[in-house]
């Protein structure tokens, strides 16, 4: 048997945006009957993931929360994957920029008179640190042609690691009883929040606004141009005179940015101190978040925030109905593969050609 | 985007007030949340206190209802404590130490609300903290490895040099050198809690190097199969894991939350609930030691002799004199060592010929 | 150090090493047809899970090691039908893998918590695994050691002395101009997903049957990325794959054994080795081919829709 894909040519709206739908749909009634399979209600089970966490202003801050980090990272990533450069490191740039960002808070810690720069300046250090970070395997890349995929992979272990040693030794509270986090974070070197109820804090604010940004830049500007025209074409951007060295160390710099901001909006933010480990696997998700979002600002948006909604009712469905937690994994990784083989098939028309092979 | 923007309209509309809706809730019964660490199916730290939990509904029956979510981790653990205390947790026990600056944060929002926090150090008047004191458990395991190894070399898998993994080290040795002043100890630090393959290759690392008896800081019941194995000895760790090695088990450290869990449930149900801090030790049953095994009668009853000592008092494994590592007198002969030193406690006593991380 | 401990710490070096190696080979086929698969975690994962389930219903470690493998190749078949069938992105795909199969890897091991079983038995030839030194570290092994060696020197025949090896690398460096030779671009492809899935769940089965004899869940504990990385440290090559375990599995070990020998040494730092010995040995290469370029299969990575 031969699968035979041909490009549609009548790609159209709606079969781009019902592709994911259907995934979704499919991954529900799959999930429906492992549900079913272990005695409990799916329609119960439906509820808590999906419907509980929306219904509450304060579950949906926590979803606002969750997304903010992945929106960031994966726009970020955008740039890079859409000009087919591919930075797969974005959780060590995360972890890097919480680091550097956050030492300033450590270093600023009871610190008085205007402590005004505090705050900006840690922002400022985390994003310079991710892209910093972001541009070792791009040189590489640029320099000696060593595949980005792999050294970006391979920094992400170091940076944990560094993480995981400065949390437990110089930047490690004194007064802790030698127990591995630095001091909490004055409320200078803090994210303000947003709302009352010191939820929602304003690193939701900064991924939105780089949401917009992003929007813009690739709309509008030729750096945008650029990097769209590279996708799509390597051969036509080289005719055009584009380098390949410079885009690569361009989305190189903005995707790192992006994890740095994001990685020190998260200390700065929910954590508020330095810990050896501050990321569940943000940068790993926002590649995913990235391409189920089609690496359109908006469509990253969306993707960021069902991942988020799964997250959080994931966890209901633990308090309310004993789900395992294993059980929301394997539903997020199924739908996800679901979700990325629909919208193949939104982009090619499949044809199965019985015996032959392909 | 639209999502969010719901969220922002919804806050308008409703206002916040959430939080003291929710807490109205709990109704007579009491509901029970816990947050763990690591999986439920460890073995290990986060198994034991899920068995304190099944202790709990067990004893109370249809007084609480409980539920827990797992692998949480500690950068991520805001939202899911908020989570329990939003769905009528009335008490809520959070079993890592990085979960202290987020228990004390929700604990601040909720404060109807009760919470448990182990192993850290810092209180509010609806926090409370507790611990065990394993280094009582540790000194007796000392005594026994002391008496029993033909090598005279002990060794020990260690995870991270916080105060109560080296309290640890330094009661065990105590312990051995109270029956054999020459016994040697070496150290291996691995750097995770739960890691099989690497603890078993520590194991074999300590075994080759002339170690006959095992002890272990770390979760996983791999140390004592590879001592099984090469038919050498070896002390369990959190759980009794007689099971995975019914020829090398001398005993184990088993945290026994249950007593504790339960009367600190019904404290809360009688309105007697007040924050406190309990370091409970062999006395408070709080530390179990498994049954001996492996041992003959008369090590056998000399561990339970210093069992009941520990018990009432007449022994304490920190009773001076007792030197640090340089040979500076750290407790004077005739006392024992205060609690705070204990619970900070960063250098290795006498005769431990190794260098501890910092 | 005496013999005896040498011998020692080489024994546990190599049982540190077969996990690596095994999932490593399997990778390498993977990525010499020109396919990345970073769902070897979650396909390894899966691997030990269901492995020792099916080894404590059957009471076989033989079954238990095939059902390893044949969940890794599961999981590995629906990793094909995206990116090679669907051209689906290989990274998102494969990260997507790691989840899945790590939440499948808890719901399937969730009944085997706190069991335990035998070991794989370890060979044991009267006479020859007595001998001093020499005789546990060759004929004292356990059936997945032998596996993995055989494996390597397997591989190695393959990708070099036959003609589908042939096939397999050339459609790996250039999927266009072997498509137009009518090559079987994505049959080879799918293939050697589905091998690189057998490997990687049978690298896990290796570790909850033989390393480690019980199931704990996430116990690959990372080793799954390790052997990503030693696959580009091997810069694609079988034979290195085999120096490579042994380095890193060596590193880890030699380090535990220099602490239990009284020599401390950093450990994040000595964690963060391997990784950045894969960086350094990936630009040397590329240093070393002068016009610059890597050894990397050409095509990796990068996705392959043929027209017709």
New interface residues.
Partial sequence: MR?????RADRSALTDALAPVLAFLAALVIGGFVVAAMGRSPAAAFVTYFVAP?S???????????AAPLALIATGLAFCFRANV?N?GAEGQFVVGGLFGGWIGVASHGATGNTLWVLPLMLAVGACAGMLYALIPAL?KVR????E???S???V??AE??L??MA??PLRDPAG?????SV?FDDAARLPYL?????LHAG?AIA?AAIVVATLVLARTLFGFTVRVVGASPRAARFAGFSDARLTLAVFAVSGGAAGLAGIS?VAG????L?P????GYG??A??V???GRLSP?GI??AA?VIALTT?GG??A???L?L???????????L??LV??A???S??R?RLVPGA?? | MRIVQGALVAVLALGIGGAQAQEKKASEKLKVGFVYVGPVADYGYSYQHDQSRKALAAALGDRVETSFLENVPEADSERSIESLARSGHGLIFTTSFGFMEPTLKVAKKFPKLKFEHATGYKRAANVATYSARFYEGRYICGEIAGRLSKTGTLGYIASFPIPEVVSGINAFMLGAQSVNPNIKLKIVWVNTWFDPGKEAEAAKALLAQGADILSQHTDSAAPLQEAEKQGKLAFGQSSDQMRFAPKAQLTSIVDDWDGYVIQEAKAVLDGTWKSHDTWGGIKDGMVVLAPFANMPDDVKAKAEASKKAIADGTLHPFRGPVFKQDGTEAVKAGETAPDPMILGMNWYVKGIDDKLPQ | MSLDILSMVLVTIIAAATPLMIASLGELVVERAGVLNLGVEGMMVLGAATGFAVAVETGSTLAGAAAGAGAGLALAALFGILTVGLSANQVASGLAMTILGLGLSGLVGAAYVGLKRAPAPHLNVPGLTDLPGIGRLLFGQDGFVYFAFALVAGVWWFLWRTRAGLTLRAIGDDHTATHALGLKVRKVRFRAVLFGGACAGLAGAYLSLAYTPFWAPAMTAGRGWIALALVVFASWRPLRVLAGAMLFGGATVLQLHAQAAGLGLPGQALSALPYLATILALVLLSLGRRQGGSLAPAALGRDFTPHR
């Fill in positions: 699968i035979d894909l041909t490009p929306l509450e202003v304060w579950s949906l801050q926590e979803v606002a929360l969750k591919w797969i590489l000696l042609g060593v595949s995929i792999l050294t992979l391979m920094l272990y170091v690691l560094l995981d040693y437990r030794g009883f030698n127990f591995p986090q909490t709302m009352e109820g010191d939820t939701v939105l998260e929910k954590i508020g101190q810990q480990s501050i990321s569940p790993f998700t590649i995913i990235a391409f189920l908006v948006l969306v925030l959080i966890e209901g633990q308090i309310d004993k395992p937690l294993d059980l929301t994994r394997a539903f997020q990784g199924l996800l593969a990325l083989g919208d193949a098939l982009r090619y499949v092979a392909a």
